[in-house]
C-alpha cells in the first residue's frame, strides 16, 4: 500500500496559498499539511516531514516575496516542479457588528497590507496596520477582539466566522500571486512550454558583468521573464547574485 504524498503550505486554512493549492486537483488529492511560515514549509520538504513544498513566489503589486526567493537561492537543495498563478482579491473582515469607526488594529501577511496601503490610508486612518504570519492567521487573530480586522480572503472570513466590511480593497486591478512548487531532487523532463529558475553569483564584481549574463541568454536566443538581484548574504554589503527566469528547460540548455 502506498502512502499518500504530503504537500507543505502556509496556512492555517483558509489562505490563498491553500486556495492555489486545491485549484490543481492532483496536489487536492494529497495529504495537505499546513506550517504557519513560508520558511517552515520550505524546511519540511528539506527534512523530508513532506514529499512536497506549495509557497508564494511573486506578487503583480509588490514584486518578489523575498523570504521565498532567499529560503531557496540561500537555505534549501529544492527544485522548482511548477508554477501556479491565482486571482488575489482582499477584503476587510471583522466581527459581526464591528463598523469602520471601531477598527484599532489592523492583521494581515505584510505583502498583503502592502498591497492595500491606500485604502487603508483612506478608510483606516487611524489604525495600526499589524504583520501576521499568512492572511488566515491575520483573520483568526482579528476574531479575538471586535476592535481588530483582517486583509484575507473570503475563504478566511467563513472560517474564522468573521463578516466582511469591504470586498476587493487592493490598491489596483489585476492582483496576482505567482506560486510554485518544490520537492528534493528533481528535474520536470522538458514539455516544449518549460520556464527554468537559475540562480547566478559572480566571482567577481566588475563592469559590465550582468551585461556578460544576460548575453549568454541573448546569443542562445533564450527569453527571459524575470531579473531580480538578491544581496548575498556572507558578503560584505554591495555583493549580489542573479536570479533569473527563463523559458527554457534547465536539461536542454
Known amino acids: 500500500?502506498?502512502?499518500?504524498?504530503?504537500?507543505?503550505?502556509?496556512?492555517?486554512?483558509?489562505?490563498?496559498?491553500?486556495?492555489?493549492?486545491?485549484?490543481?486537483?492532483?496536489?487536492?488529492?494529497?495529504?495537505?499539511?499546513?506550517?504557519?511560515?513560508?520558511t517552515d514549509v520550505l524546511s519540511a520538504v528539506s527534512n523530508d516531514e513532506?514529499?512536497?513544498?506549495?509557497?508564494?513566489?511573486?506578487?503583480?503589486l509588490e514584486g518578489t516575496v523575498n523570504i521565498t526567493l532567499d529560503s531557496l537561492a540561500f537555505d534549501h537543495d529544492l527544485y522548482i516542479q511548477r508554477e501556479v498563478e491565482l486571482e488575489i482579491n482582499l477584503n476587510l473582515m471583522a466581527l459581526?457588528?464591528?463598523?469602520?469607526?471601531?477598527?484599532?488594529?489592523?492583521?494581515s501577511h505584510p505583502v498583503a497590507n502592502a498591497q492595500c496601503r491606500k485604502?487603508?490610508?483612506?478608510?483606516?486612518?487611524?489604525?495600526?496596520?499589524r504583520p501576521a504570519n499568512s492572511t488566515s492567521e491575520g483573520a483568526r487573530r482579528a476574531a479575538e477582539k471586535p476592535t481588530r480586522a483582517a486583509l484575507a480572503p473570503r475563504l478566511a472570513a467563513e472560517v474564522h466566522g468573521l463578516k466582511i466590511l469591504a470586498e476587493d480593497v487592493a490598491?489596483?486591478?489585476?492582483?496576482?500571486?505567482?506560486?510554485v512548487l518544490v520537492g528534493k531532487k528533481v528535474i520536470p523532463e522538458p514539455t516544449g512550454q518549460d520556464k527554468t529558475t537559475i540562480v547566478v553569483?559572480?566571482?567577481?564584481?566588475?563592469?559590465?558583468?550582468?551585461?556578460?549574463?544576460?548575453?549568454?541568454?541573448?546569443?542562445r536566443?533564450?527569453?527571459?521573464?524575470?531579473?531580480?538581484?538578491?544581496?548575498?548574504k556572507t558578503q560584505a554589503m554591495g555583493n549580489y547574485c542573479f536570479v533569473i527566469d527563463f523559458i527554457h528547460n534547465v536539461k536542454t540548455f
Open 1 to 38: 500500500m502506498t502512502t499518500a504524498k504530503k504537500v507543505a503550505y502556509l496556512g492555517p486554512t483558509g489562505t490563498f496559498t491553500e486556495q492555489a493549492l486545491r485549484n490543481e486537483s492532483d496536489l487536492a488529492e494529497m495529504e495537505l499539511v499546513d506550517f504557519p511560515k513560508f
Open 171 to 179: 490598491d489596483h486591478d489585476n492582483n496576482k500571486t505567482r506560486f
Open 50 to 60: 513532506c514529499d512536497l513544498g506549495f509557497v508564494a513566489i511573486e506578487n503583480a
Open 96 to 107: 459581526s457588528g464591528t463598523k469602520l469607526e471601531d477598527i484599532e488594529v489592523v492583521l
Open 119 to 129: 485604502f487603508l490610508d483612506s478608510h483606516l486612518p487611524n489604525a495600526s496596520v
Open 201 to 219: 553569483t559572480q566571482k567577481k564584481d566588475r563592469p559590465g558583468s550582468l551585461i556578460s549574463i544576460l548575453q549568454e541568454f541573448s546569443a
Open 221 to 232: 536566443q533564450i527569453n527571459l521573464t524575470h531579473l531580480a538581484s538578491r544581496p548575498v
